[in-house]
């Protein structure tokens, strides 16, 4: 069963470190991702459909919105992996350098000896659930800023070629976003929602897909997963509350979701959040 050892959530985004056994469902983010290997077997993380190496010598970075999802390969151990999901507009103000949307150059990341002592680092402060010095913003920083710099290193914009996901949207898939923003709680009917944005329900998948980078229906889980994630770990509500309030009929329906998104089940998650440091 997959891990959450340590959680911390701030103004970076969240970072977390998971013991990973287990496959994950194909999914997305709004924040820049990265994923780190710390110790354990080797594993893969497939992005955009296309299996890449997790190990000591290499990481993953995943864009924004861009669909991917862990997988085992030795599933006799699990595979201790650092995990960042990191706001845009953090990066951007910290580094000044990165584009508006912290997208990567391209998704494997070779480790150099700087990179491995920084995660090694990072991994030890979150394990110890020791962030009293305030310096794991800090460490966060260098590590994407490494990360990032590295994912650039021999590729040119022009290299990677596709268009930045939702950065010239069409008004009408604005529309059947914001409509997905306001019915999160809802059942929702995507067939619904294309009509109500003025498009057919084919064409709105393909024009979903073609402007956003990935199908609607993995936005949409996206959304819960993001409101579920801030109610968690603001401790406010239980857990069956917020999965009411996000549309699943049962605790045990939202449980699933959560672990096939999250990696583990929604009170573990909450349970292992450190703390909100800012």
Not at 219 to 242: P, Q
Request: include cysteine; hydrophobic fraction near 40%.
């Amino acid at each position: 069963m997959s891990i959450a050892h340590a959680v911390a959530h701030g103004a970076f985004g969240r970072t977390c470190l998971f013991g990973l056994d287990r496959q994950m469902v194909p999914h997305a983010h709004r924040e820049g991702h990265l994923i780190f290997h710390v110790s354990g077997p080797p594993a893969q993380v497939v992005v955009d459909g296309q299996p890449l190496p997790l190990s000591p010598t290499m990481a993953t970075a995943i864009s924004p919105w861009q669909p991917h999802y862990f997988k085992p390969i030795d599933l006799r151990q699990p595979t201790l992996t650092l995990v960042l999901y990191i706001r845009p507009g953090w990066f951007v103000e910290a580094s000044r350098q990165a584009s508006g949307i912290l997208r990567f150059g391209r998704s494997t990341v070779e480790m150099s000896t700087h990179l491995s002592r920084l995660v090694t680092e990072t991994a030890r402060v979150l394990a110890q659930h020791r962030d009293g010095d305030g310096g794991l913003e800090d460490r966060l920083g260098a590590l994407t800023q490494a990360a990032f710099d590295l994912t650039w290193q021999w590729t040119s914009p022009a290299d990677v070629g596709a268009a930045e996901p939702g950065r010239s949207c069409d008004f009408r898939l604005r529309r059947a976003i914001t409509l997905l923003s306001e019915k999160l709680g809802e059942p929702i009917d995507l067939a619904a929602v294309s009509r109500a944005a003025g498009l057919s329900r084919p064409h709105f998948f393909k024009l979903f897909r073609e402007q956003m980078g990935l199908p609607p229906t993995l936005f949409l889980n996206a959304l819960r997963m993001e409101r579920a994630i801030d109610r968690l770990a603001r401790g406010e509500e239980t857990v069956s509350e917020i999965g009411f309030d996000l549309g699943f009929a049962t605790p045990a329906s939202f449980s699933r979701f959560f672990i096939a998104n999250g990696v583990v089940p929604p009170s573990a998650y909450r349970r292992n959040v450190v703390g909100l440091a800012h």
